[in-house]
């Protein structure tokens, strides 16, 4: 034990060294004592979110289980789920079989987007409800800024809206069914229009954030008005996209100086700036590491810095629907071409959430 503990310090020292050799001095995190950070948000209403959660999206059936498992014994008490990742069910059996109480897990769910009407939303989050095996959530989000009509792939509802939504979601917070309501791939003009009719603020919006994609005017336009921002696809989608972020050159060089993972960094960078965080694993041992590892460290302004150089507004959800004000000329061509296509796909698979 001993042993590797000092073969740790050593690899640490020797890590440091040779990034030091190829960076402008002083870039090493500062030598002061590092006070403890509060592993917890508190959200406007009081209430307590743990910034680094477990994600559900693209955890396949089969296996999202014993990730949740895993991830509980681990000592992680916020889930991040949704009824478009088709594995709530799952989710839910996992949660029966832990001896964790209800009331220590935030458990988040997502309406999808063709789910607006009053009666839709109401019987959708019932579902929801009855998947995870809970009498409540602790927050419900509106999964995307779109209203398609029920069934539908991107059919306009021109009879729905999400104002009406919003109003039925405040509606089942005032009926305890929910104890926060918030918004996931709203921008900021969204927010706005939110928060102009809002009678309960969204507590949280829900977005892709990693150093690629830091959307800095939006995480400081939501936290200036007390929504928390959590940020999905943290790592980059790890090895699943060209992201590369868990290889970048800077990424893995502050890594090497902390003695500690690419993934680690890149989850520090992002609670360190008080988002919370959300990365999916289906691994025990990346889910433990990712809830324990981002707070043995802290980084420095100058690793800060050389983070913010990693900045190129690469995203990687981007579906055909998104309303981001960041696409490029070529993305719309793209888009254009591939809602036709998608339209097409989905409807046939059709995306069954209603089971
Ligand atoms: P896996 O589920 O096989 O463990 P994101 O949260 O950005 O969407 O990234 C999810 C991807 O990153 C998954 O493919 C996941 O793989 C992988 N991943 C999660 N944690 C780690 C980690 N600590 N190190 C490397 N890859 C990880």
Redesign the pocket.
């Known amino acids: 034990m001993r042993l590797l503990k000092t073969r740790r310090v050593f690899l640490r020292a020797a890590a440091a060294a040779a990034f030091v050799g190829t960076q402008t001095p002083n870039l090493l995190a500062s030598a002061a004592p590092m006070t403890p950070d509060a592993r917890e948000l508190t959200l406007a209403s009081g209430a307590k979110m743990p910034l680094i959660g477990l994600?559900t999206?693209?955890?396949d059936p089969g296996v999202v289980g014993s990730?949740v498992q895993a991830s509980l014994d681990a000592g992680c008490r916020h889930l991040d789920c949704a009824a478009a990742y088709r594995n709530e069910h799952e989710v839910g059996e996992a949660l029966a079989a832990s001896s964790v109480p209800r009331k220590e897990i935030f458990i988040t769910s997502k309406l999808w987007n063709d789910r607006r009407r009053p009666a839709d939303v109401e019987a959708a989050l019932e579902k929801t409800l009855s998947r995870l095996g809970t009498d409540y959530l602790d927050l419900y989000l509106i999964h995307w800024p779109v209203v398609w009509a029920k069934d539908s792939v991107m059919k306009p509802d021109a009879q729905a809206s999400l104002r009406e939504t919003w109003q039925t979601l405040e509606k089942l917070v005032d009926a305890g069914k929910i104890k926060h309501i918030g918004v996931s791939n709203y921008n900021e003009a969204e927010v706005k229009e939110l928060l102009s009719y809002a009678r309960i603020r969204p507590a949280v919006n829900q977005i892709e954030l990693?150093p690629r994609l830091p959307q800095t005017q939006l995480v400081k336009y939501c936290q200036s008005n007390d929504i928390c921002v959590t940020a999905?696809?943290?790592?980059?989608?790890?090895?699943?996209t060209k992201a590369g972020l868990?290889t970048n050159p800077t990424v893995t060089r502050i890594a090497a100086v902390h003695g500690v993972?690419?993934?680690?960094v890149l989850l520090r960078w992002n609670v360190q700036r008080g988002v919370v965080v959300?990365?999916?694993?289906?691994?025990p041992a990346?889910?433990r590491?990712?809830l324990e590892e981002p707070w043995s460290f802290r980084l420095s302004d100058q690793e800060l810095a050389a983070m913010a150089t990693v900045d190129d507004g690469a995203r990687f959800c981007s579906p055909p629907w998104s309303t981001f004000g960041d696409r490029t000329r070529r993305d719309d061509i793209f888009t254009s071409c591939l809602t036709r296509l998608a339209s097409g796909i989905f409807a046939v698979a059709s995306l069954d959430i209603t089971k």
């Open positions: 994600g999206w693209e955890a990730a990693h999905y696809s943290p790592l980059g989608r790890g090895s699943k868990l993972s690419p993934a680690s959300i990365p999916k694993s289906v691994t990346r889910i590491q990712n």
